[in-house]
């Protein structure tokens, strides 16, 4: 009960901070979070080698056999964090660009130069495949150190160290955490705040962003809401439809601007609160608990 009382309270959470200890931070710069990357691999991994202990074993060491299920898992791995842009079909030479500058590291100016990432891959795993086997060979410091180095106790070499959740941290935990959190009671909360301002519905937009509700385009993940529901019972057809209903009236409000998932996330959250009262929350405990496993 404690923890759910908690998700009611939680303050104002942006991961796009304008300020960092006395530091500015320029939003639209991109970020990799430790915990973004363990959950794609993991995810990748369950889709694509789930009872292959030896591709599983390669993998984890960062070996990458030339096969169709390798090939298919670096895809996913690289749609998963937001690297493959969805219109030219190729890698976002954008977003590359702007974490190779926000990494704090002595890189090389031609790094990413001549690759033609933008170049169409035709959606096709193995063009990823051999796209990243290139990136990885001439940016090899770059991707050891965004990619490979995600030890419990990881840090990003980032120039701005924004916050992030660490191993074994709940997302409820992580999102109490920050400092722009304020410490208010349940009393106060009910009195002084208003439901509707983007200040109230930003609390969630953190916590269903560290569920990973939300894909690396700021897009409501059907698939990963509706997993989360499977992780504690079976789904009727009727709650099947009616989750997929909240999603369709949350998804709606997709702008693709800044903090437009505040809106979003709290649309699921009431609508979903409405329908399954008692069993979202418990819905909402155990992802919280799961959400320490990465």
């Given at each position: 009960?404690?923890?759910?009382?908690k998700?009611?309270?939680?303050?104002?959470?942006?991961?796009?901070?304008?300020?960092?200890?006395?530091?500015?931070?320029?939003?639209?710069?991109?970020?990799?979070?430790?915990?973004?990357?363990?959950?794609?691999?993991?995810?990748?991994?369950?889709?694509?080698?789930?009872n292959?202990?030896?591709?599983?074993?390669?993998?984890?060491?960062?070996?990458?056999?030339?096969?169709?299920e390798?090939?298919?898992?670096?895809?996913?791995?690289?749609?998963?964090?937001?690297?493959?842009n969805?219109?030219?079909?190729?890698?976002?030479?954008?977003?590359?660009?702007?974490?190779?500058e926000?990494?704090?590291?002595?890189?090389?100016?031609?790094?990413?130069?001549?690759?033609?990432l933008?170049?169409?891959?035709?959606?096709?795993?193995?063009?990823?495949?051999?796209?990243?086997?290139?990136?990885?060979?001439?940016c090899?410091?770059?991707?050891?150190?965004?990619?490979?180095?995600?030890?419990?106790?990881?840090?990003?070499?980032?120039?701005?160290?924004?916050?992030?959740?660490?191993?074994?941290?709940?997302?409820?935990?992580?999102?109490?955490?920050?400092?722009?959190?304020?410490k208010?009671?349940?009393?106060?909360?009910?009195?002084?705040?208003?439901?509707?301002?983007?200040?109230?519905?930003?609390?969630?937009?953190?916590?269903?962003?560290?569920?990973?509700?939300?894909?690396?385009?700021?897009?409501?993940?059907?698939?990963?809401?509706?997993?989360?529901?499977?992780?504690?019972?079976?789904?009727?057809?009727?709650n099947?439809?009616?989750?997929?209903?909240?999603?369709?009236?949350?998804?709606?409000?997709?702008?693709?601007l800044?903090?437009?998932?505040?809106?979003?996330?709290?649309?699921?959250h009431?609508?979903?609160?409405?329908?399954?009262g008692?069993?979202?929350?418990?819905?909402?405990?155990?992802?919280?608990?799961?959400?320490?496993?990465?």
């Amino acid at each position: 009960m404690c923890i759910v009382l908690k998700f009611v309270i939680v303050i104002l959470v942006v991961f796009e901070l304008n300020v960092v200890g006395a530091q500015e931070v320029d939003t639209k710069q991109i970020f990799l979070f430790p915990d973004d990357v363990r959950f794609a691999k993991r995810r990748c991994e369950e889709e694509f080698a789930r009872n292959n202990t030896f591709l599983l074993e390669k993998w984890r060491k960062h070996e990458y056999p030339d096969q169709r299920e390798t090939h298919c898992f670096i895809k996913c791995y690289l749609r998963r964090l937001g690297l493959v842009n969805l219109l030219t079909r190729g890698l976002d030479n954008d977003k590359l660009y702007q974490l190779w500058e926000n990494i704090d590291l002595e890189t090389s100016e031609n790094c990413l130069a001549n690759l033609e990432l933008e170049f169409d891959l035709n959606d096709l795993c193995v063009s990823y495949y051999k796209k990243w086997l290139r990136l990885r060979q001439k940016c090899e410091q770059e991707v050891q150190k965004l990619f490979y180095e995600l030890g419990p106790n990881y840090e990003y070499p980032m120039k701005y160290q924004l916050p992030s959740k660490a191993f074994e941290m709940s997302a409820i935990e992580f999102c109490e955490s920050l400092d722009t959190m304020e410490k208010n009671t349940v009393a106060e909360m009910t009195q002084s705040v208003n439901v509707e301002s983007e200040q109230f519905q930003c609390k969630f937009g953190c916590i269903y962003k560290r569920f990973h509700y939300f894909d690396a385009y700021d897009r409501l993940d059907e698939s990963e809401i509706i997993r989360s529901f499977l992780e504690v019972a079976n789904i009727s057809e009727s709650n099947l439809l009616a989750i997929k209903h909240c999603i369709h009236q949350a998804q709606m409000l997709y702008t693709g601007l800044e903090r437009g998932y505040c809106n979003m996330a709290y649309v699921l959250h009431k609508c979903l609160t409405n329908r399954f009262g008692k069993q979202f929350k418990i819905v909402t405990i155990n992802r919280n608990k799961l959400s320490k496993q990465y």
